[in-house]
């Protein structure tokens, strides 16, 4: 008896959702991780923060790529079991730090960002590892979010843009990096089946087989972080019109986001992995700029310039 598949329609509607939920996390974590003091960067405005951010990221992806190819699995395992527990570390921190005293949550936050990782590790399903991935996305938006004013974050992901075609489309080092990482059950992406009964523990992902057809959609959490770093930057630091207490080049940005989104659906029915930034991001940007032309909101130019 043939699997029954979910329509195309609905698969797609779940990478939204996903983004959608994301970005509204991170806007929530806006002010906890403010009053926790949990910022990347001192400066805001400054654009050397997205050399700093450029250089550190090529200097992981690096390692990363040199681990894989010589299959040093239990390292690639312990960096990403250390990332991902300090994130769900901050953002738990951040929640509980208002309602319990400091220790409490620090020592709370620990174990859960070590349970969240104990749980991908044992029972690496698709759900556990959204749910993860969920997490550490908005967290991630969020920390960076408050650190950077819009100006370096345009900057930033225009950069980024440019670097993802390249590094799915000539390098290809990305789908190299994606492939090793999700071979130790860490969620550097999000997954959203095909069909009803879809088990990543059972029959994994791999994003170079092409031998036969992969049971799940795939979208990176770099393509739902960068655009929500955007997001949450634009509320934090974007004066002028607001639309139920968001500011309206934030909206803009996660108006484009999910429109990049849509739109990535056209290529992605192709079977092969496509770069998600350079559309996702631009999107992102010209809904922002779009909304700070509405709303009159450019001071944000001039502090990122002087």
């Not at 994301?22 to 001192?42: D, H, K, S, Y």
């Not at 996660?254 to 029915?269: E, S, T, Y």
């Amino acid at each position: 008896m043939k699997e029954r598949k979910f329509p195309v329609s609905l698969a797609y509607a779940g990478m939204i959702l996903l983004m959608a939920a994301t970005n509204v996390f991170a806007l929530l974590l806006i002010n906890p991780m403010q009053n926790a003091g949990l910022f990347a960067f001192e400066d805001p405005e400054s654009i050397v923060n997205v050399v700093y951010f450029l250089f550190l990221m090529l200097v992981v992806t690096a390692v990363m790529l040199i681990l894989i190819r010589k299959k040093i699995r239990v390292i690639i395992s312990v960096i990403l079991a250390i990332s991902l527990a300090m994130v769900i570390y901050y953002v738990a921190f951040a929640l509980l730090s208002p309602f319990i005293p400091n220790i409490a949550a620090h020592i709370t936050g620990a174990v859960i960002g070590i349970g969240g990782i104990l749980l991908l590790k044992f029972y690496p399903e698709w759900f556990v590892i959204d749910a993860v991935g969920l997490i550490t996305s908005a967290g991630c938006a969020a920390i960076f979010g408050i650190s950077l004013s819009p100006l370096p974050v345009v900057v930033l992901l225009i950069l980024l843009v440019v670097y993802d075609y390249v590094a799915v489309h000539k390098t290809k080092h990305m789908l190299t990096l994606a492939d090793g990482v999700m071979q130790q059950k860490m969620p550097i992406m999000f997954l959203v089946p095909k069909k009803l009964k879809y088990s990543y523990a059972r029959e994994g992902f791999a994003i170079q087989d092409k031998k036969e057809e992969r049971g799940a959609y795939m979208l990176g959490l770099g393509d739902v972080i960068f655009p929500g770093v955007l997001v949450v930057s634009a509320q934090v630091f974007c004066d002028g019109l607001n639309v139920f207490g968001l500011a309206l080049p934030s909206l803009g940005a996660l108006a484009g986001a999910v429109l990049g989104m849509i739109l990535l659906a056209i290529p992605i029915r192709s079977g092969k992995p496509q770069p998600g930034l350079p559309l996702i991001n631009g999107c992102a940007i010209v809904g922002f700029i779009i909304c700070c032309a509405v709303s009159g909101s450019w001071d944000w130019i001039a502090a990122g310039l002087w």
